[in-house]
């Protein structure tokens, strides 16, 4: 009896070192226990156990997280494309500034609208939370940029806006000539950190510029476009819902952990989601960039299975708002004269229905051409090879646009993720589109992104590169 009572006590505690290998193995089953605690900017973070320490609050310190726990646990590191098979560099792409021309220019030339002025062009771009928000350059050629100021200078940034470093997010500005005036729409933290649209006019496009002291627009509200007719300015912009699903969505598999596997094929993407269940209530605590940092293995996840996962949501009997925040809609709406308001009726005219766009499509920009109104678009996370620049045509500003099946750009390998285009007349007096791209290996938050152009050619049904 004894001897039988030692090799049961054996094999117990046999079964129960291998259920803790087990656990380690499959977290999906198990789960993951964390956690964390905040050490200033650094996060001290326990994974099942195991301890962490991500060095801040910027990509590169989430980069270096992410690599431990795919070699751990094996969790998608979402810094590594492993499934990237870019096209072949395109010659008609032509670089105009791949690298930082002024010690103030913090992250680039993200999001660039470019407009033609008399015989000048001027740039204005994304500032993210530099202390100087929407840098603005000027040229004559195409060629040669010049640093002509800020928007908004460290200090003088609207009342109604959240600014400073890993506080503020100053994204996609974007400058028209309204009458004898020039007007600026961006996009803004308000003093809630919620994404908002904001509008800043100037007698110059290099200022100073002076804001009309609230936002036009709140509630997750981004990339604002301007279009002037003979009807007036009209807005375009994002329904940012791609920011609100993805914590939801853990939340959701936090409490719901069978549809992990209702949603995801391979072992990776249900770790992957697992993950994303146990870290949910501690990224609720972290600033907008953080959260989205702590997502963004669960939204590559998603994004590569987002028709399955859309269908099983829907099947799944999942709250309202979470199968609305699936889709982002891009809406059209005329401004007043002034352009404090919104009137008339607001028009949905674009929304992410194609494989290749995923969770989201943004940065809308409207040109009209051989008399009809082409609206160019990016879709797609900003971040991976899969962004790209899509196009859609209709006959009537408000619609309905009929999209091109592919995308208009892609990444090459010679640059990532080109998106968010501006159409502006070449030196010829040709359409000519400008846009921003990575530099290969790179990509994310606050990482430079250059500013590329190519000459377009338009007929009455189909636009391409010249």
């Known amino acids: 009896m004894r001897y039988e009572g030692s090799v049961d006590r054996f094999a117990a505690r046999r079964e129960e070192f291998a259920a803790k290998c087990r656990a380690k193995r499959n977290p999906v089953m198990a789960g993951f226990e964390i956690e964390a605690v905040a050490d200033g900017e650094a996060t001290a973070i326990k994974v099942n156990g195991t301890a962490y320490r991500i060095g801040g609050g910027d990509p590169e310190h989430y980069a270096a997280f992410y690599a431990e726990l795919n070699r751990d646990f094996g969790i998608r590191d979402p810094y590594r494309n492993e499934q990237w098979f870019p096209k072949s560099s395109d010659p008609r792409w032509k670089p105009l500034i791949t690298n930082n021309i002024h010690p103030r220019i913090l992250a680039g030339y993200g999001d660039p609208a470019v407009l033609k002025t008399g015989e000048s ?100 509200m981004i990339d604002a476009h301007l279009f002037v007719d003979e009807g007036g300015p009209v807005l375009f912009w994002k329904k940012d819902s791609n920011s609100l699903w993805p914590r939801p969505l853990a939340r959701l598999l936090r409490e719901r952990p069978e549809l992990i596997e209702r949603l995801f094929d391979s072992e990776q993407d249900r770790v992957t989601a697992a993950w994303a269940a146990a870290i949910q209530p501690w990224a609720e605590t972290r600033r907008p960039m953080e959260r989205f940092f702590l997502m963004q293995p669960l939204i ?38 002034d352009g404090t308001d919104l009137v008339g009726e607001r028009v949905q005219v674009l929304a992410n229905d194609m494989d290749w766009e995923g969770h989201l499509i943004e940065g809308p920009w409207v040109t009209k051409q051989q008399g009809r109104y082409w609206l160019f678009y990016a879709g797609n996370d900003f971040t991976s090879p899969a962004y790209g620049i899509g196009v859609a045509v209709a006959d009537e500003l408000f619609g309905p646009y009929e999209k091109k099946p592919q995308p208009l750009l892609q990444s090459t390998t010679e640059w990532l993720a080109p998106g968010h285009a501006s159409v502006a007349p070449g030196l010829d007096g040709e359409p000519q589109l400008f846009f921003h791209a990575f530099h290969p290996e790179t990509g994310g938050y606050n990482v430079f992104r250059a500013l590329l152009t190519a000459k377009l050619r338009f007929t009455r049904d189909e636009v391409s590169l010249a």
């Not at 004559?140 to 400073?164: R, Y």
């Not at 859309?310 to 007043?336: F, I, K, N, Y």
Request: with cysteine; hydrophobic share 40%.
């Open 300 to 337: 590559r996840t998603a994004i590569d299975s987002w028709n399955k996962v859309r269908a099983v949501l829907r099947a799944s009997g999942c709250p309202a708002d979470m199968l609305d925040a699936l889709q982002t809609p891009v809406r059209a709406q005329r401004l007043t004269a």
């Open 121 to 220: 062009y001027v740039l204005v771009a994304t500032s993210n939370d530099a202390p100087d928000a929407f840098p603005i350059l000027t040229s004559k050629d195409l060629e040669h940029w010049e640093p002509a100021g800020f928007v908004f200078p460290e200090g003088q940034a609207p009342k109604w806006t959240s600014a400073g470093v890993r506080v503020g997010d100053f994204w996609a500005p974007e400058m028209a000539r309204v009458g004898g005036e020039y007007w600026l729409t961006y996009t803004a933290r308000d003093k809630e950190r919620v994404l908002s649209i904001g509008l800043a006019k100037a007698k110059q496009p290099t200022g100073p510029w002076t804001d009309i002291g609230k936002p036009l627009l709140s509630g997750a």
